[in-house]
């Protein structure tokens, strides 16, 4: 979001900035903008161990940690498509009662909220 902003269409832009919501981003998004970038898939100001903290304390996203329990309930989702990392964000959405904020047409298949990026 912070390094490709111009990607968020206008409405999922303002929803962004409204100071009364909360947003999250979970371990699992920094796992993969880490692989991203060590691929080079992802170009990026600084490293990324650089890169998500400092943006985590310039903002008022809240780390979200990746638990045993959200791991497990991979096992319960139906089989939509198999990226490991989408698919654990589909379980903390659903076990933490999460919206998901993305572009991803996937994410609609499970039973999760999502706002279209």
Not at 27 to 52: D, H, M, N, Q, R
Not at 73 to 80: A, D, I, N
Not at 93 to 107: E, K, R, S
């Amino acid at each position: 979001m912070t390094a490709t902003p111009e990607r968020l269409s206008a409405a999922a832009h303002a929803l962004v900035e409204r100071t009364d919501m909360g947003l999250y981003l979970s371990a699992a998004s920094a796992w993969e903008i880490a692989i991203k970038y060590t691929l080079g898939k992802l170009p990026l100001p600084e490293p990324p161990s650089a890169f998500v903290p400092s943006r985590l304390a310039q903002t008022s996203v809240v780390a979200v940690p990746v638990d045993h329990l959200h791991a497990v309930h991979v096992s319960t989702l139906p089989p939509h498509h198999h990226d490991p990392f989408d698919r654990i964000l589909v379980a903390q959405a659903q076990l933490d009662d999460f919206t998901i904020l993305t572009a991803d047409p996937v994410f609609r298949l499970y039973d999760v909220n999502v706002i279209q990026a």
